[in-house]
């Protein structure tokens, strides 16, 4: 592209995140990043650039973001262990399904495989924590590589990592493409169509019929669902369904919501474990709850399973039901489907998640209160 001529690759990179929404990054200098870093320092007004004191910080931090803000976590490294230290924190992006873009610098293009100092194979380090793994070779290599890098982390919600060697980032842009490249020719769009998926329709009249066939009806919702609260609720309220949280869904409906009976796990409630125990219908939304065994047996119930990904259907419980979509767009077409439910069960979880509330919060800090009370009353 015209606009870019004349720049350094580090410059494009920093462009190209910021075409694709980038306000802040988080990382370290080093020898092996500066130039990225100063072309970072060049559009402070425009990205924010945050100071770590370890890189394994700069990438939970980036993924802390990309889960709370739904925006690209960015975070950034230098070369050989500096590059190494962020896998942790990408390890839990790719585990939580956070999108992630990881800049990390490497050794001198010319030295690379030669044993030069922190000459260390960042393509094959990153492979597996990866859905996007590139080097970037020049300037007129950086505007594509960003693009898809950025792409790929948000349309597959992983984490994308890009490595730049020391003097490819002071390379300026000539335009010396070869014959089968053109500047400008990406595009930093991603198309809404990747996102915003809705299942066929004979699919959501068979998960319909299944929901509609029980008497004790779970939702469990996860991250997938965060911005379906209002349909997970109104589901919740045709189904006369309790509502159980994974961890990453904590925040799709409030704790004292009337129909939320806490989280299910070693860190959840067991009015939560025993509606599960109970189910004999199961939606999962959003979710692919890790810990099977607070699952209902496999057989105990009919399930149907709402999820973005196609390769996460099926993959905790035995679903009827797999519907491809969107949580929120999803759950718009189900709920005209669904038929009214006897309010029976969710009562008697409702009740029993008032008796944990009083046993396990209210009556341990009135003890405590009390406990302190008297330790004054006593000086």
């Excluded at 976590?73 to 262990?81: D, F, I, K, Y």
């Excluded at 609720?233 to 006369?240: E, G, M, N, P, R």
Aim: hydrophobic share 40%; with cysteine.
């Amino acid at each position: 592209m015209k606009e870019y001529e004349g720049l350094r690759t580090a410059d494009i990179i920093v462009e190209g995140l910021l075409r694709w929404g980038v306000e802040v990054i988080f990382g370290m200098p080093g020898d092996g990043i500066n130039g990225v870093i100063e072309a970072l320092r060049r559009k402070k007004d425009k990205i924010e650039f945050i100071l770590v004191r370890h890189e394994e910080s700069a990438a939970f931090m980036a993924c802390a973001y990309a889960k709370y803000t739904g925006k690209l976590g960015a975070c950034v490294a230098t070369s050989g262990p500096g590059a190494v230290h962020l896998l942790t924190g990408l390890y839990d992006a790719k585990a939580d399904g956070a999108p992630v873009i990881a800049i990390t610098g490497n050794t001198y293009s010319d030295m690379m495989g030669s044993k030069y100092q922190q000459d260390v194979n960042l393509i094959q380090l990153f492979s597996d924590v990866s859905v996007y793994n590139n080097i970037v070779n020049g300037p007129e290599h950086a505007e594509s590589v960003i693009d898809i890098a950025c792409r790929n982390a948000l349309a597959l919600r992983g984490v994308s990592h890009i490595t730049i060697p020391i003097d490819t980032q002071e390379r300026k842009l000539k335009g010396d493409y070869t014959r089968h490249n053109v500047g400008g020719h990406t595009a930093h769009l991603l198309s809404p169509t990747t996102i915003n998926r809705v299942p066929d329709t004979s699919l959501i009249e068979k998960a319909a019929e299944i929901l509609n066939s029980g008497k004790k009806a779970v939702l469990l919702v996860g991250q997938g669902a965060l911005d379906a609260g209002d349909e997970v609720t109104a589901t919740a309220k045709i189904l006369c369904a309790p509502v159980v949280k994974a961890l990453l869904g904590k925040a799709v409906i409030a704790d004292d919501d009337p129909y939320s009976i806490g989280g299910l796990g070693l860190l959840g409630t067991e009015p939560a474990s025993d509606a599960m125990a109970e189910a004999d219908t199961l939606l999962m939304v959003g979710t692919s709850f890790p810990y099977i065994e607070y699952l209902p047996k496999p057989g105990k119930a009919r399930a149907v399973q709402i999820d973005i990904f196609p390769d996460r259907i099926g993959l905790r419980y035995p679903v009827e039901a797999g519907l491809v979509g969107d949580a929120r767009l999803t759950l718009g077409k189900l709920i005209p489907l669904l038929r009214q439910k006897d309010d029976k069960f969710l009562r008697s979880k409702q009740e029993a998640m008032k008796k944990w509330n009083t046993d396990t919060i209210i009556k341990p800090l009135c003890q405590a209160n009390q406990a302190a009370i008297d330790r004054i009353c006593s000086i």
